[in-house]
């Protein structure tokens, strides 16, 4: 199922800036993309897809026991210190479920190419998820280390920045919002939402902050998850857009 009929700006240049590590895409950038193109991101799947008519990778969160992914290669190990990830995100759709399932949409870096089968990834991760529930959104922050105890460690923030309320799409032209996820240092992870473009000012909640470690290790995979933990009965859909990461930095140029 795809969503269209979303209103969007002017037309967007048909290309996909991807020259990893390469410092090709411009302004610093270490990889680029608008999704107007499918570039060397991983095949499509139902509910997780790129769709380069509207320049956006989409996601569906409305069917029962999904388990998909979506992933960039990078080639190289991204920076076990600094790091800048930034993206656009529209929910088109927003609700709870009855059944009280966990629903959850990740987006992060993972150590393997093959994410799938739990809500735990079973290599390295850092990453941030909305996980709805039947009347909460749980905004999570997590370090995933299968070779430390505990495996994951995470913050769990229930409505913060995000909630039901929050970020519930109005009946037409949904508004975007801005996530940055920044490792700040090889012991600490941060995360922060804006309602505005320049990713500074207007921001959504309070800041979320996670303890890493330099072990966590091997996080090449640029990874869109989406994970449904049994029956769903609503759910949630929508888009991201104009993914951007810099790395071995902590500010983007």
Request: charged share 15%.
């Amino acid at each position: 199922m795809k969503i269209h009929g979303t209103a969007k700006g002017g037309a967007l240049s048909k290309k996909d800036f991807g020259v990893a590590f390469g410092g090709a895409a411009g302004d610093g950038i270490t990889y680029s993309t608008d999704f107007s193109s499918h570039g060397d991101w991983s095949d499509n799947q139902t509910n997780v897809f790129i769709d380069t008519d509207n320049d956006m990778l989409e996601f569906v969160l409305t069917d029962s026991n999904t388990d998909e992914f979506m992933n960039y290669n990078l080639g190289s190990n991204v920076s076990d210190t600094k790091w800048v990830l930034r993206y656009e995100i529209v929910f088109t759709t927003l609700n709870g479920n009855t059944q009280d399932n966990n629903n959850a949409l990740f987006v992060g870096f993972y150590s393997t190419s093959d994410p799938s089968g739990a809500l735990v990834p079973s290599g390295d991760a850092l990453r941030y998820g909305v996980q709805v529930t039947e009347t909460t959104i749980a905004n999570i922050l997590d370090s995933v280390t299968p070779t430390t105890t505990p495996a994951q460690t995470k913050t769990d923030v229930n409505n913060d920045p995000f909630s039901l309320s929050t970020a519930v799409p109005p009946a037409s032209n949904p508004p975007p919002f801005y996530v940055e996820i920044k490792r700040v240092s090889a012991d600490l992870l941060e995360q922060r939402v804006f309602e505005n473009s320049d990713y500074s000012t207007d921001q959504v909640g309070t800041t979320m902050s996670r303890a890493t470690s330099s072990a966590v290790d091997g996080t090449s995979y640029l990874t869109v998850q989406l994970f449904t933990q049994g029956e769903i009965s609503a759910g949630y859909t929508g888009y991201i857009q104009n993914l951007k990461f810099w790395d071995g930095v902590n500010t983007p140029p």
